[in-house]
C-alpha cells in the first residue's frame, strides 16, 4: 500500500465494470477502498466487476481480488491488498475521504455533496458542485472520462456506444418480468439465433453471432425490459479484461482523487 494515500479512505457505491475499471485503478495506485454492492447485483460483465464477489464469495480482475465482507472487517482489508465488497444498499459509516457513486443509475439517487470531503459521481443525472464535487463523463467520444468540476455530463441517449458496427443489438433484454436462467456462458462463442437462455416463460436469443461478453447472474429476478446480457460481434475480444472505456472513466476518478490531494495537501 502506498504509504502516502494510506490513510485516504474511498468508499464505492456500486461494483460493476465501470465502477470496477475506477476501483481497479485507485487500487493499483495504492489508495485503500472498500466496494458497496446490493443483495443481487445486476452486473452484466460479471468476469470484470468486483460486484461478483457478492455471489461467488470472491473474485480476481486482472491480478486484484476482491472479496465479499462484513463492515466490521472492511477498514482493515481496505488497507491491504484485497479489495472488500459489501452488501450495503446504504452509505456505511466508514469514515471515507472519498465517495464514488458509480452505480450508472442515470439520475441522482441518494448521493450527496456532503457524503465525504471529496464526492465524485460518474455518468449523467449529477451536476458538480451541487449534487457532487465532480463528475466523470461516461459517454463515449472525445469527452470519454473527463473530468468536470461545474456542470453534468452529456444526458443519458438511451443507446449503447457502437461496438464492431453493433450499437442497440448487441444488448440483451429482458422480453418479460421473471428469473434468468442460463444455458450460455460468458466468453462463449455464439451463432445468430442461438437460444441463450431465458426468461421467465420466453427464450433469449443471439441477435447475430458473437462472442458472448456478459451475462446477469442465473437465478435472478428481473423486470421486462432490463438489460440482462451483452453480445460482442468481435469475436476474438478478451472478455477477461476490463474495457478500454472502464479504464478511460477510471482514470478520470484517479484524476480527480489526485487533483483534490494536491489541493488538500499540496501533493
Partial sequence: M???????????????????????????AGFPLVVCELERPLTVRRSV?????????????EGVRAVRATPAEARTLAGTDV?????????????????????????????TIGDAPLVVALGPGFTAGVDCHAVVETMRGAGLGRVLWSGAAAPNTGTPGEIGGRGAERVLRAPETGTVRWRARIGET?????????????????????????????????ERGLKI??????????WRLISDKALAVGGGVLEAVLTWLHGRDGL
Fill in 190 to 222: 455464439v451463432a445468430a439465433g442461438t437460444v441463450l437462455g431465458g426468461v421467465g416463460e420466453s427464450d433469449v436469443t443471439a441477435p447475430f453471432a458473437g462472442l458472448v461478453r456478459g451475462l446477469v447472474a442465473g437465478g435472478t429476478p428481473v
Fill in 83 to 111: 479489495v472488500p465488497v459489501l452488501v450495503s444498499p446504504v452509505l456505511p459509516p466508514l469514515g471515507a475521504d472519498v465517495v464514488v457513486d458509480a452505480r450508472m443509475a442515470k439520475r441522482a439517487l441518494d448521493t
Fill in 229 to 238: 446480457g451483452d453480445v460482442d460481434p468481435r469475436t476474438d475480444t478478451d
Fill in 49 to 61: 466487476a468486483f460486484s461478483t464477489a457478492v455471489d461467488d464469495g470472491e473474485v480476481v480482475v
Fill in 2 to 28: 502506498n504509504a502516502r494515500f494510506a490513510d485516504v479512505l474511498v468508499v464505492f457505491r456500486g461494483g460493476g465494470d465501470l465502477a470496477t475499471g475506477a476501483a481497479w485503478r485507485l487500487k493499483r
